[in-house]
């Protein structure tokens, strides 16, 4: 066990849909970055949120939004879906100054 | 931008081997960090080893060293005695720490590598 925790593991679901996949970091990271896995476009970077503010942003999607809460949970809301979305969804968190990336388990995302 | 580059999508290597990944990068950064992922087939993303573009020392992990070639731009990975659990995907990945880059890591494509009896 990583640390990080996501859910849920895997997600099937149909063209148009809109899901939210949950993250919870390392008990006191308070960066949480997404990033997506598919097999045309390797790991891309999404979205970065630090202690409950967007810290930077990737090759996001309009579609796609994402916060973190007070608590320091992330959720990444997928919206409209295609079937190009499908792909593996996967969370990271790190300590202030650390040079490491914890990364969750993955959401392993179909739509059909 | 930063770019990384892994040449080798597959790799076999026997038991008890030495195997070296290849990864080369670009930045325009002065200071940056160079990491080594290993993805089995369930998926998840295991932190290897960490190299930071200051460090004069190449870094070693247990059965995992870094070989780190500045000057050539190159971060290639080396697993000794190989272990039939070793066979996964590895990644190599980069983050600089000028403004703007510090935040996300880039990934090369991966390799894939097959351990044998």
């Known amino acids: 066990d990583s640390g990080v925790t996501q859910t849920p593991k895997h997600l099937i679901t149909a063209t148009g849909q809109r899901v939210t996949l949950r993250c919870s970091p390392r008990s006191g990271d308070l960066s949480v970055y997404w990033y997506q896995q598919s097999l045309d476009q390797g790991l891309q970077f999404l979205i970065q949120?630090?202690?409950?503010?967007?810290?930077a942003k990737g090759n996001i999607l309009e579609r796609f939004s994402a916060q973190q809460f007070p608590d320091l949970h992330s959720e990444l809301n997928l919206s409209s879906l295609e079937l190009g979305d499908s792909a593996l969804y996967f969370c990271?968190?790190?300590?202030?100054?650390?040079?490491?990336?914890?990364f969750g388990s993955g959401t392993r995302l179909t739509v059909v | 931008a930063q770019k990384i580059t892994q040449t080798q999508p597959g790799m076999f290597v026997q038991e008890k081997e030495a195997v070296t990944l290849d990864c080369t990068y670009d930045?325009?950064?002065?200071?940056?960090?160079l990491f080594w992922y290993k993805q089995p087939s369930s998926g998840e993303m295991i932190f290897l080893i960490y190299?930071?573009?200051?460090?004069?020392q190449n870094a070693t992990e247990g059965r995992y060293s870094l070989n780190f070639q500045k000057a050539r731009k190159s971060a290639n990975l080396v697993i000794s005695a190989s272990q039939l659990g070793d066979s996964a995907m590895y990644f190599c990945a980069m983050r600089g720490r000028n403004t703007g880059t510090a935040s996300k890591l880039t990934f090369g494509t991966g390799t894939r590598l097959q351990v044998t009896l």
């Open positions: 949120y630090y202690n409950g503010e967007e810290r």
């Open positions: 930045t325009s950064d002065q200071s940056y960090g």
């Open positions: 190299q930071g573009s200051y460090d004069e």
């Open positions: 990271a968190s790190s300590a202030t100054g650390s040079n490491g990336y914890t």
